[in-house]
């Protein structure tokens, strides 16, 4: 069994940053990639970016390419979301993701002045 923990969320102001992990617990070996997710008030869970065991990465799209990076930390079983110039838009639960399919709890991010 594997577990996802997220830390990291908050309240940040427009244009501010914010970086959020997620420990992955347990029999880790079977993931073969993790990622994040995010999902906003009256809409769909959507994926965000996510990297593989041997450090492939992919986005979203321009939305968040250039202002999200997500990284890893194998030794510490950690993946990264730093968020940078932060939109009142980007407000929402953020979750963790582990293929095939394990999910954090979710943290919630507010970016609001």
């Known amino acids: 069994q594997v577990q996802l923990v997220e830390f990291g969320g908050g309240l940040v102001q427009p244009g501010g940053s914010l970086t959020l992990s997620c420990v992955a617990f347990g029999s880790i070996s079977s993931i073969y990639a993790m990622g994040w997710y995010r999902q906003a008030p009256g809409n769909e869970r959507e994926f965000l970016a996510r990297?593989?065991?041997?450090?492939?990465?992919?986005y979203r799209d321009s939305s968040v390419l250039g202002r999200f990076t997500i990284s890893r930390d194998n030794a510490k079983n950690t993946v990264y979301l730093q968020m940078n110039s932060l939109k009142p838009e980007d407000t929402a639960v953020y979750y963790c993701?582990?293929?095939?399919?394990?999910w954090g709890q979710g943290t919630q991010v507010t970016v609001s002045s």
């Open positions: 993701y582990g293929a095939p399919s394990y």
């Open positions: 990297i593989t065991s041997g450090g492939s990465t992919a």
